[in-house]
Antibody, heavy 121, light 107 residues
């Protein structure tokens, strides 16, 4: 059973960089069958797709965030990471890491529990 | 970006009711449509992918249909554990986008 777990600071100051890591267990991140994803959800609101990375390092980002985000992968640790720079209060959200199935249709079949990141001074 | 619009935004229903939630895409997305269920404080859970394929472990009372721009999620007989928020999502083009959600409440 695949499990994903987000980790990182729960509080980030405005203008600083948000950094989160997702640790994958129960499966290899180097499998070519998946894209490793980040999705966020502001409190009380809907879901926003941030982007994903393939094990090879190829990345696909939401254009609305592209200038501020970096998603990277560390296959030796079975982890992938998100960095979001120049954060504002609008970036306060629950951040989920997740797995999307590659090949066709790309459904997101496994999600982490989510971690709340608050942007505040 | 492809905009996904769900209706209704909220819905009151009773146990045993048949419920239909609709999702409309701003342009054709072929069959690249998934449905997720989210309960408070939890991560979303995949119910349906490729418009009508039931994810493993999801009860048969859930079904999906549609193509192009118009899609539906049907729950044939509501159970107490089905009261949740439902989201559709297109994976036809990046950025993948979600509907605004449909909150299903107990009548």
């Amino acid at each position: 059973q695949v499990q994903l777990q987000e980790s990182g600071p729960g509080l980030v100051k405005p203008s600083e960089t948000l950094s989160l890591t997702c640790t994958v267990s129960g499966g290899s991140i180097s499998s070519g069958d998946y894209y490793w994803s980040w999705i966020r959800q502001p409190p009380g609101k809907g879901l926003e797709w941030i982007g994903y990375i393939y094990y090879s390092g190829s990345t696909y980002y939401n254009p609305s965030l592209k200038s501020r985000i970096t998603i990277s992968v560390d296959t030796s640790k079975n982890q992938f990471s998100l960095r979001l720079s120049s954060v504002t209060a609008a970036d306060t959200a629950v951040y989920y890491c997740a797995r999307a199935v590659s090949g066709t249709y790309y459904p997101i079949d496994y999600w982490g529990l989510g971690t709340l990141v608050t942007v505040s001074s | 970006d492809i905009q996904m619009t769900q209706s209704p935004s909220s819905l009151s229903a009773s146990v045993g009711d048949r419920v239909i939630i609709t999702c409309r895409a701003s342009q054709s997305i072929s069959s690249y449509l998934s449905w997720y269920q989210q309960t408070p404080g939890k991560a979303p859970n995949l119910l349906i992918y490729a418009t009508s394929s039931l994810q493993s472990g999801v009860p048969l009372r859930f079904s999906g249909s549609g193509s192009g721009t118009d899609f539906t999620l049907t729950i044939s007989s509501l159970q107490p554990e089905d009261f949740a928020t439902y989201y559709c999502q297109q994976s036809y083009s990046i950025p993948y986008t979600f509907g605004q959600g449909t909150k299903l409440e107990i009548k």
